[in-house]
């Protein structure tokens, strides 16, 4: 149905909503698996998780099992996580540390930490045959797109498609807050991750992250239950950890819609560019020392001022600065979607904020989180529920204007639904970029 | 451990009794008096890396509660807007009998160890966890009382659907 038909697709998003077969079609599923994923930059790791020569973490992208390999001169490659004989996957561990080379558990063909060729037994064998011509005589091959961009490394599994600086452009400051955080520009990925499957599409998922008009009604319970058991509380009382972030939580409309918003070209955003609910932890005194001993005041003031809700690295990384975590969105199928929530622990930062990132995490993205049940809760009944009939739309009409999705970078309140429909449109175009002219 | 505890409450059958009584409570929904449980400073704790973790600091946890969480969380399944528990949740613990690791009688401690099965069922979904209890109780003027209950999962790092009560 979709197949070479780019007009059919791009006309599943119009500018004010989009068709439900986005999230129910498996076939658009396997063309986003093929088109979309291979020109869009999709984040695979942090480089802190491949620490020494060697280090190899595997991960699977839109349906390819690939690895990121700790190079001997430090720098990172990846690479497809099949031998070029059979196509055994050549690590089946997570992670772990291959050694000086990568050897086949099948027939012993091995590979250097780049990928080339480096012996097969019985040499003799091939002597005279095509095999140096072919794809199997040349080593593992290369993922075609690579960067590194301040630690966090992404692909593209095109060998065509936009730049990284151009796909990512200002949405890259969203990574430097994150980073420049630690007085000494380096953070650590640690403590594990929350890992999440949710019987929705991602892209579901993903529009919830620029979704603030949900929490009042979806998280009523949770904040409820919050805000009872700190009720009678003196206001200045201080507030454990965990309350300190989940009463936020039951913040009106009012504050979701002046925290403001930004959009941004190719689907990425910045949510609470003013304010968060993020913004009012408890402040530390020795760090913010720290970080105006590294940075200067005002660079210092800056960083520590900005702490949005959620920046969108579309379409597969949301990042929060405060507290110092990311979220990642795995698509599994139409209806399947892994999510990871991360922790950092930014060097020269005092142990603290780790905790608060750990604790956050665990509040909102654990498999037994209780703000979290309601969402998964939510995702599963819409994809339960788009399969009625009568009407085959959803609406993203909140302050739309003609045109308005034409300008961006463009600033935006809080609840404009316009950050999603951001993610859209660059959803069509990134799904149709390479499959030729239209009718 | 040597001999048998001259009081009765750190006696293997009522500590293991008190495992028991305990996943019974959480079976039948009695989440109130499963709290009273708890001491004052008592913990809920599901690691994520099941047994194979040290502390709760230094990796991340499912789960660490101290009292006020534990109490959020069941005001919040008490709450008729619990969205996720339209249809409600339920759930069957299936235990293999508990081995008493340590008892301290001076201190009056004593830590088990119990394998267990967790099934949560709701609608037409199902969801089954395997692992084992890590008990540590404390013997108070009101009776045994958890001071931490320690939840290893079998692959608690793998990724998993909403767990929506209490394993």
Known sequence: ?439 | MTGVPSDLLLRETALCDFVAQEAALLDEGQYEQWLDLFTEDGRYWVPLLGRFQEDAHSHNSIAYEDRLLLQLRIQRLRDSRAHSQHPPSRCQHVLQISRVEDVDEEAGTAVLRTPFLYIEARGEEQVMLAGSYRHLLVRTPDGLRMQQKRVDLLGAERALPAVQLFI
């Open chain 1, 1 to 439: 149905m979709y197949r070479d038909q780019p007009d059919r697709i791009r006309a599943l998003v119009q500018e004010d909503r989009v068709h439900r077969d986005l999230y129910l079609s498996q076939e658009l599923f396997e063309l986003e698996q093929e088109h979309f994923f291979a020109n869009t930059w999709t984040y695979l790791g942090h480089a802190s998780q491949v620490p020494d020569a060697g280090d190899y973490l595997a991960q699977e992208i839109a349906g390819r099992p690939l690895m990121m390999v700790r190079q001997a001169d430090g720098g990172i490659r990846v690479m497809f996580n099949r031998c070029a004989h059979k196509g055994s996957q050549l690590v089946s561990d997570s992670c772990g540390n291959t050694g000086k080379f990568f050897r086949c558990p099948y027939h012993a063909w091995s590979y250097k930490l780049d990928g080339s060729p480096l012996a097969i037994p019985i040499k003799t064998g091939y002597e005279g045959t095509r095999l140096k011509e072919c794809e199997s005589g040349r080593g593992l091959s290369l993922v075609p797109g690579v960067a590194v961009y301040r630690d966090f490394v992404f692909v593209r599994l095109s060998a065509q498609g936009p730049s990284f600086e151009d796909y990512f452009g200002e949405a890259l400051r969203s990574i430097d807050n994150l980073v420049d955080r630690s007085p000494v520009g380096r953070l650590t990925l640690a403590g594990g991750a929350m890992r999440n499957i949710i019987h929705c599409n991602w892209k579901m998922y993903l529009e919830n992250i620029n979704d603030t008009v949900h929490p009042l009604s979806t998280h009523e319970s949770a904040t409820r239950a919050a805000n009872a058991l700190w009720a009678g509380k003196a206001p200045d009382a201080p507030k454990p950890m965990a309350m300190e972030q989940i009463l936020p939580f039951g913040a009106g409309y009012e504050f979701f819609d002046n925290m403001g918003g930004r959009v941004l070209p190719h689907g990425h955003s910045v949510l609470g560019t003013r304010f968060s609910i993020h913004s009012n932890y408890a402040r530390l005194g020795d760090y913010e020392e720290a970080m105006r001993a590294a940075h200067g005041e005002e660079k210092a003031t800056q960083i520590l001022t900005r702490s949005p809700q959620n920046s969108v690295l579309f379409p597969s990384l949301s990042v929060k600065g405060s507290p110092q975590a990311i979220r990642v969105i795995r698509p599994l199928a139409a209806n399947r979607t892994l999510v990871e929530a991360w922790a950092f622990r930014a060097e020269g930062a005092p142990e603290l904020l780790f905790e608060r990132a750990l604790s956050y995490n665990r509040l909102v993205f654990s498999p037994m989180s209780v703000v979290a049940h309601d969402d998964v809760h939510l995702f599963e009944s819409m994809q339960k529920g788009l399969k009625a009939e009568g009407n085959e739309w959803v609406s993203l009409h909140r302050d739309h204007h003609p045109g308005d999705a034409e300008v961006a970078p463009q600033d935006v309140n809080g609840t404009s639904e316009l950050l999603m429909r951001n993610q859209f449109r660059a959803w069509a175009d990134f799904m149709t970029l390479r499959m030729g002219a239209t009718a």
